[in-house]
């Protein structure tokens, strides 16, 4: 993996931490995910007509990619409102990379070399230590709830991985395909939680402001880069480099979100170093 997609991928972590600690410090992790990808959509319409439309096969898993993109956000919301962000965040990412790795070997036919693979289960082992060392403070029924949406989340992460992976390649660059993706999730999130919680929603859009809708450029931002990044490196070495995010999700839980950091947090962090050194080197 060379330098330039190495440091966009780390650059995209940080910002896609960024954004989660917004969903987690907001008073409705639903709401606010669902504001941040509504709000969104405003400058994806402006993007869409300056860019080149993805072409039909990207359009197929522009449907798909909402489809699963709008259980994710719920699922991702249901975490965040039963664990702290230090726990949750570290599940659903540190497991999502192996998966990846190993169904995009039968999907996408890409096989990783040794050390690459070396790099992504260490990875996810820091990944994982960090978040699996916050579920001793939890109690037994808070652990259980927490973890299983943390699961699903995950199970998300890794369909939507792949689906938009491919989107990204077949169309003519991939920011088309993040544009057009923006555009169309945003509004249909917002209508599926409209049904639901139409008022509460506009109750708390009127609360937040335009706040969400930085968080929503930043995720766009960051899903962009990483996306593009997964045109020039095979997509299970980027998506374990991504879960780097973590290490600023916990610094981020550390220094604004008040969480308590241990010693095994640490030594997970210390764990994904490695591993981005052994991604960097395969």
């Not at 790795?101 to 990783?112: F, K, Q, S, Y």
């Not at 995720?219 to 600023?248: D, H, K, N, Q």
Request: charged share 15%; hydrophobic share 60%; proline share 4%.
């Amino acid at each position: 993996m060379s330098w330039d997609v190495t440091l966009a991928v780390l650059f995209a972590a940080a910002v896609h931490a960024g954004w989660n600690a917004l969903v987690k410090h907001g008073r409705d992790p639903l709401l606010e995910t669902t504001l941040i990808h509504a709000w969104v959509a405003l400058p994806a319409l402006v993007a869409v007509t300056l860019l080149p439309w993805p072409g039909a096969t990207a359009a197929i898993c522009l449907a798909a990619s909402t489809a699963v993109h709008c259980v994710y956000y719920h699922a991702l919301a249901a975490a965040y409102r039963n664990g702290d962000l230090s726990f949750v965040y570290p599940v659903m990412r540190g497991s999502a990379p192996i998966f990846t790795a190993l169904l995009g070997v039968v999907v996408l036919g890409e096989r990783p070399a040794a050390l690459a693979w070396v790099g992504i289960a260490t990875v996810c082992a820091g990944v994982l230590a960090i978040g699996l060392a916050r579920a001793r403070d939890l109690d037994r029924d808070a652990r259980r709830r927490s973890l299983g949406w943390a699961l699903l989340t995950a199970a998300t992460i890794v369909a939507y991985t792949l689906i938009d992976s491919t989107g990204a390649r077949a169309a003519p660059t991939p920011w088309s395909y993040v544009a057009w993706l923006a555009l169309v999730q945003g509004p249909v999130m917002a209508c599926v939680v409209a049904l639901r919680r139409g008022r509460a929603l506009l109750e708390y859009g009127r609360e937040r402001g335009l706040e969400p809708l930085l968080a929503g450029v930043a995720s766009m931002l960051a899903y962009g880069i990483a996306l593009w990044a997964m045109t020039r490196a095979p997509v299970a070495l980027v998506a374990a480099l991504r879960e780097t995010s973590v290490l600023f999700a916990l610094l981020i839980a550390r220094g604004l979100l008040r969480e308590r950091i241990g010693a095994m947090r640490w030594a997970g962090a210390a764990s994904i170093v490695a591993g981005v050194l052994a991604l960097r080197l395969a």
